[in-house]
């Protein structure tokens, strides 16, 4: 699809997302581990496990959709190779057709091992939310000399270890740019412009069912939970 067609992707967590986002043509649907906030109520990605990655990947899996549908392995699920076949392994198993993992050189044998095995591989570089307690916040990446090297080779070895596609968080646009350009595997944007080969957002974000927290980037096409509330009160009133 790269210099094609431009990628569209949204996450999902259930059935009636997943069925949703395909009806209406996604190219990539992810289970990410930004359910722990959006569904879970945790305060950011760390605490999802294994087994809620299996659980709501299986469901969207239910909805058997078109589009490509992709899962995270979460927080400590990929520290070694062994264990990284293994929880990408379970991911399949539950459903996904391919596995997504925060970091590129930093976790080269584990994504070598996961390619190996001969699971598709979506890599993710920028800023990686399963960091945050190092990190302190959330942050634009590759604003130095520095970062924007390693942003670039990081993004290399993905294209050369075969991961299918790359997601740039938080990476400063003329860097994310740069990037698209240099690597032959299609750069999907979170946050770091609109140069990327595709964009992917929390799907609640994007229709506004999580409306107490919000990105900065995100521009919302409609605010769902405020229809909703209308809907619930006027329900209340009239019984």
Request: aromatic share 6%.
């Amino acid at each position: 699809m790269k210099g094609r067609k431009r990628i569209a992707a949204l996450t999902a967590y259930d059935y009636p997302t997943a069925r949703l986002l395909s009806e209406a043509g996604l190219d990539i649907i992810l289970v990410g581990d930004s359910l722990g906030m959006v569904v879970l109520g945790y305060p950011d990605t760390t605490s999802v496990t294994m087994a809620d990655m299996e659980h709501h990947t299986r469901a969207a899996a239910r909805a058997m959709p078109r589009s490509l549908l992709a899962a995270d392995l979460p927080s400590g699920s990929y520290n070694t190779p062994e264990a990284a076949v293994a929880n990408a392994t379970r991911l399949i198993a539950a459903g996904a057709e391919a596995v997504k993992a925060e970091g590129g050189l930093a976790i080269a044998e584990q994504i070598k091992a996961i390619r190996t095995a001969g699971i598709p591989f979506l890599g993710h570089i920028g800023m990686l939310p399963q960091t945050i307690h190092q990190e302190k916040r959330y942050r634009i990446k590759g604003r130095s000399q520095e970062e924007k090297q390693a942003l670039i080779a990081d993004a290399q070895f993905l294209a050369d270890v075969g991961a299918f596609a790359v997601v740039l968080e938080l990476v400063d646009p003329p860097v994310a740019d740069e990037i698209t350009k240099r690597i032959p595997i299609p750069t999907i944007g979170i946050g770091s412009g609109q140069d990327c080969d595709g964009q992917i957002l929390v799907f609640n974000d994007l229709v506004g069912t999580f409306p107490w927290f919000r990105p900065r980037f995100v521009k919302p096409r409609m605010e769902a939970f405020a229809l909703m509330r209308e809907a619930i009160m006027a329900w209340r009133a009239s019984i």
